[in-house]
């Protein structure tokens, strides 16, 4: 039993890391949109686990956030207004439409 629980704490430490390297992942003014995307997916499928399909509403949240974070403010504005207005009628966004978006 205490070594399942161990095994569960290693995992949870590994998941918060990752997260807050998630978090503090940033974009310098020079770099091209996909680098910083590119590693935010990459930290994403380490933190939830594409296999796992009861994870995909956060997977999908947490991918979002990033496409938007990584956009200038004069992009991302519009975009989210865009995206709110979908939502208010119903209307299905994909991750790749958004992505499509930016």
Not at 45 to 64: H, N, V
Not at 66 to 88: C, Y
Request: glycine share 0%.
């Amino acid at each position: 039993m205490a070594t399942y629980l161990l095994t569960i704490e290693k995992n949870r430490d590994k998941t918060a890391y990752r997260r807050k390297e998630l978090y503090e992942l940033t974009r310098k003014p020079e770099m091209d949109l996909r680098a910083p995307l590119a590693m935010a997916r990459k930290l994403i499928d380490k933190i939830y686990d594409p296999e796992r399909p009861e994870l995909a509403t956060q997977r999908s949240a947490s991918w979002r956030m990033a496409i938007v974070s990584f956009l200038p403010d004069d992009l991302a504005i519009p975009i989210l207004g865009k995206l709110k207005s979908m939502m208010d009628d119903c209307k299905p966004v994909s991750d790749d439409l958004l992505e499509r978006m930016a």
